[in-house]
């Protein structure tokens, strides 16, 4: 079984997803960069765009649009704490 990887996505007014998930692809501000369980401990700010989650390895990623805000890995997992954040 693959390992997963701990995906948090918060904006301001709640928590809108809690889950583990294969892979995560975050619009960071210096380019789109992939997370996956294991990931050193990484920090980024986000630009406007498609946060892309992988449930398994090789899925199609489901997208959530996200503007603004913050991206940190560590031993837990990714936190992304975005301004907004739609379905």
């Not at 913050?70 to 992304?80: M, Q, R």
């Amino acid at each position: 079984m693959a390992s997963s990887l701990h995906f948090e996505l918060v904006t301001p007014e709640k928590l809108v997803r809690s889950e583990d998930v294969y892979m995560v692809v975050v619009p960071g501000a210096e380019g789109d960069f992939g997370v996956l369980e294991g990931h050193a401990p990484f920090m980024s700010t986000v630009r406007d765009g498609d946060l892309s989650i992988y449930r398994t390895d090789g899925a199609t990623p489901e997208t959530i649009r996200i503007e603004g805000g913050f991206a940190e890995v560590n031993d837990k997992g990714l936190t992304v704490l975005a301004e907004k954040a739609g379905e």
